[in-house]
């Protein structure tokens, strides 16, 4: 009888330890995501820069023209990070120029709002200090 309680907690072991390393391996149920995360669709992306015409006010040939900035920006994300995980400064510099850019295309009072839209849609969730986040949502 002993002997079948011990093979019976040797096995639960065995199950918990393999579910913890497996999920340790995989990054756990979060996914276990490495690098950033993947580009939007184009639908993903009209449906992100009307969300942002909304919230900053955008006229119909502003919101073009953000539109094109938003989709050339990822397109260029995506070359950079299709090949595994891309250099950080080359994201940095590339997050950087879209960002001005789209606030070319702004008035004052949008660029301030924009600002204000980039903090409050800012992914969520633990950032390593002095990681950047790569795509604007």
């Known amino acids: 009888m002993k002997s079948q ?7 639960a072991i ?13 990054g756990g149920q979060r996914g276990g995501q490495q690098g950033p995360p993947q580009t939007p669709s184009e639908k993903q992306i009209e449906k992100m820069v009307s969300n942002l015409s909304k919230e ?8 073009t023209e953000v539109l094109a900035l938003y989709k050339n920006h ?11 995980r891309p250099d950080r400064d080359k ?4 997050k950087e120029e879209f960002e001005a850019k789209v606030k ?6 949008q660029e301030k709002s924009y600002e204000a839209y980039l ?12 990681v950047k986040k790569y795509l604007v949502l």
């Open 104 to 109: 070319d295309v702004l008035t004052e009072d």
């Open 74 to 84: 990822f397109e260029d994300v995506e070359d950079l990070t299709k090949s595994g």
């Open 56 to 63: 900053i006010m955008l006229s119909e040939e502003q919101e």
């Open 119 to 130: 903090k409050k849609n800012a992914r969520k969730g633990p950032q390593r200090k002095g």
């Open 5 to 11: 309680n011990i093979w019976k907690l040797l096995v």
């Open 91 to 94: 994201m940095d510099e590339l």
């Open 14 to 26: 065995l199950m918990i330890t393999t579910t913890a390393f497996g999920q340790q391996r995989t």
